[in-house]
């Protein structure tokens, strides 16, 4: 069973990927280039100008967005907005969290590097750290990950776009490798707000064989920087079986104040870990701020809303990234 889920799994992705070529293959040549400046422009980055042909000054940013900040975490959410090519991030994470079920506070961080390979595709690893409670299952793995960007926003056409990630089993008692697909939908409503929806799956222990490990004491799936859209601790504590299977979607949007500054919030549903825990159900508000060229801060508040003891009842994480190159 084990093995037959680890061979489906790894089929997974490339699989995938061909399904969405094709809309991708049908925008070529007209839509990924067209409105590649129009889309992001912000009009009221331009109320000064002084002639009709004057162009407003780029923001200071960091990552993707073409002329505005786009979602790059804490907050689970993401944009289909790629890093640019030959740029480097190198996200710090900090973040804590507190449950009702009367277990101690959590405290992390996460080292996150995000390359810009190719023009609308960019490679991702992360590296998670508990403090404190450093025995938790899979503290310290390694998770790696794909962006692309196949169709650009043209008209009523949002843009489209996926990441997929293996988490690889090089912390404390890691139970086996995970393999998590996100979607990513964008589409600008005005100049200043863009909606995003990223629908998820997950595959927990694609290629270990010895379900008799399996204690329903996983802790998680790649809290804090939310790049590969995950919540902390949905199931701590909780008895029963793991699943093998996990699915959930994130929908929100982030609206620009000024060019360097964009608050953000989002919604998180996810089916439960465990056999037999119910579904859960999260919000999460936050800011993105570029305070100097190549620098960003940010910061993301998150509210459980099931009101019970699973999971997580509060926490808040903030991230400073760094740019180099690009």
Known sequence: MAMDLCRRALWLSPVLSLVLMVPASAQSGSGSSGNKDGRFSLAYANQDKGTETAEAAPPATVSGGEGRLSPGGPIDMRSTDPTPVGELEWKNVFGW????????DDYEYELELEYGLVENHELLLSLPVEIGDGEVEGNADITVGWHWRFVEEEGDMPSLGMRN???????????????????????????KARLHFNPFIEVIDICDSDDDDDDGNWNGW?????WNNGWNGWNDGDDGERGDFVWGAIIGADYAMSPDFAVVWDYVWRSGDVEGLHDQHALQVGFEWAFADHQKLAMTTNVGLDGDGEGEALGAQMSYIIAFGG
């Not at 969290?97 to 101690?104: L, V, Y």
């Open 165 to 191: 990630f293996f988490t690889l089993p090089t912390g404390v008692h890691s139970h086996g490798v995970d393999y998590r697909w996100v979607g990513l939908i964008s589409k600008n409503i005005t100049d």
């Open 97 to 104: 969290s507190t449950s009702r079920n009367g277990e101690d």
């Open 222 to 226: 790649g809290w804090g920087s939310g």
